[in-house]
């Protein structure tokens, strides 16, 4: 089991940003899949972004030219960069990390075999 911790959320208001980040084990972070995905109370889960080992990023057209994915595979960090957030992406956001082929990934990213705990998001209008 690949154990991630998800921290950086917390309360913002419209119009703001946050920064979450997702700290993996070893290698992990460099060569599987990682993402995010969210949910909010009553609703499915939503993807939200994806980078492949290659670095090809994948994102949610609700996310898109607002969301920025990226990693530091020298510290096996995941982070997920918000801006312009509003009201209706208030979730739980949770990293995912999927042992997917070089340059692959399942979207959306709950599919990915691993889970973080989530971290959550609240955006006040």
């Known amino acids: 089991q690949v154990h991630l911790v998800e921290s950086g959320g917390g309360s913002v208001q419209a119009g703001g940003s946050l920064r979450l980040s997702c700290v993996a084990p070893?290698?992990?972070?460099?060569?599987?899949?990682m993402g995010w995905f969210r949910q909010a109370p009553g609703k499915e889960r939503e993807g939200v972004a994806a980078m492949a080992s290659n670095g090809r990023t994948t994102y949610g057209e609700s996310v898109k030219g607002r969301f920025t994915i990226s990693k530091d595979n020298a510290k096996n960090i995941v982070y997920l960069e918000m801006n312009s957030l509003k009201p209706e992406d208030t979730a739980m956001y949770y990293c995912?990390?999927?042992?997917?082929?070089?340059?692959?990934?399942?979207?959306?990213?709950?599919?990915?075999?691993?889970w973080g705990q989530g971290t959550q998001v609240t955006v006040s209008s």
């Open positions: 995912v990390a999927d042992p997917s082929p070089w340059g692959s990934c399942p979207w959306p990213p709950s599919r990915g075999k691993h």
């Open positions: 070893g290698y992990i972070a460099a060569t599987y899949c």
